[in-house]
C-alpha cells in the first residue's frame, strides 16, 4: 500500500479567485486499507488508473475503474471501498466562491465516466505547486486544478477519442462547402446522428451544427477584419449558404450586422 498526498495548509484560498486547489494526491490500495467515512464541503475528484473501487452515496452505489472520472460533491459523507484485490488513483479536493457555478458548467456528477488515461504528471505538477506557499504557487495550482478538471470533462476512452478527432477533421477539411451539414458529417465519420449528437454535446459542449458555425464564423470573422472582400464573398467562402443567413448569425452573436462587424469588431 502507498499513499501520497499534498494539503494547501489552511482552509480558505487568500486570493479572489474562481477556483482553490486544497490538496492532491496519488493511492495504491491494497486489501489493508481502510478509508474512514468523513463528510466533507468541498470538491473532490477521483480518476482511476487501475483495479476498481466502490463508492457509497447515500443508497446509491458505483464503481470506479481505469480511465474514468467519478466525484463526490459538497456535504457528501466519503465512502470508498475496494472492487478488487489493489486498485491505483489519483485525486484532488477544490473549493472556492463560484464552486456551485463550477458544478452546474461541468456536468459534475457522482457516478463514473470515461475519461480516458490519467493525466499524472499534471497531477505531480498540482502537488508540487501546492507546496509552493506563494501567491504564485495557490494561483497556478488553481489554474492545474482546473485544467485536470476541463479534461476531467472533456476527454473519453481512447475509441472515443479518435471518433472525436475524426469528427474534428472532418469539419476543419469541409466546413467551407455550404452543402457540407451534419447529415454530410454524420455520413462521412460513419455514425448515426444521435451517436453524432452525443459525442460533440458531450466533448464541445454544443450541439454539431453549433460546432461547425463556430468554424464558419471564425473564417467569416477573419475575412471581415482583415480583408476587403464583399459580404458575399465572405459568406461563400466561409461556408454559408448566402449572404442573407449570414448576416441574421452575425447578428444573432454579435448584435450587429456585417459591416457593423468589419468597422468595430
Not at 71 to 83: A, K, N, Q, T, Y
Not at 84 to 91: D, I, P, R, V
Not at 148 to 172: N, P
Amino acid at each position: 500500500m502507498k499513499l501520497r498526498s499534498t494539503y494547501r495548509p489552511f482552509s480558505k484560498g487568500s486570493l479572489r479567485a474562481p477556483l482553490h486547489a486544497r490538496s492532491a494526491g496519488h493511492y495504491l490500495v491494497d486489501r489493508n486499507w481502510l478509508e474512514r467515512e468523513v463528510r466533507k464541503e468541498f470538491v473532490e475528484l477521483f480518476w482511476g488508473v487501475r483495479g476498481a473501487l466502490r463508492f457509497r452515496h447515500q443508497d446509491r452505489e458505483w464503481a470506479l475503474k481505469a480511465n474514468e472520472v467519478c466525484f463526490f460533491l459538497p456535504g457528501d459523507v466519503h465512502c470508498i471501498s475496494l472492487l478488487s484485490e489493489s486498485a491505483e488513483y489519483y485525486w484532488m479536493t477544490f473549493d472556492g466562491p463560484y464552486l456551485d457555478f463550477l458544478i452546474s458548467a461541468f456536468g459534475l456528477e457522482r457516478e463514473s465516466r470515461p475519461a480516458g488515461n490519467c493525466p499524472a504528471e499534471l497531477f505531480l505538477q498540482l502537488e508540487r505547486e501546492l507546496r509552493d506557499l506563494s501567491t504564485n504557487g495557490e494561483y497556478r495550482a488553481g489554474a492545474t486544478c482546473y485544467e485536470i478538471l476541463s479534461l476531467s470533462r472533456f476527454s473519453g476512452s481512447s475509441a472515443e477519442d479518435q471518433t472525436v478527432e475524426q469528427i474534428k477533421t472532418m469539419v476543419e477539411e469541409n466546413f467551407q462547402d455550404p452543402a457540407f451539414d451534419i447529415r454530410a458529417l454524420a455520413q462521412k465519420t460513419g455514425h448515426h446522428r444521435s451517436t453524432l449528437n452525443r459525442l460533440v454535446r458531450r466533448h464541445f459542449g454544443m450541439p454539431p451544427s453549433e460546432y461547425l458555425i463556430g468554424f464558419r464564423l471564425q473564417e467569416a470573422m477573419k475575412l471581415l477584419r482583415d480583408t476587403t472582400y464583399s459580404i458575399k464573398e465572405i459568406a461563400e467562402s466561409a461556408g454559408f449558404s448566402d449572404q442573407n443567413y449570414f448576416a441574421k448569425v452575425i447578428n444573432r452573436r454579435f448584435g450587429k450586422t456585417p459591416s457593423q462587424f468589419r468597422k468595430h469588431g
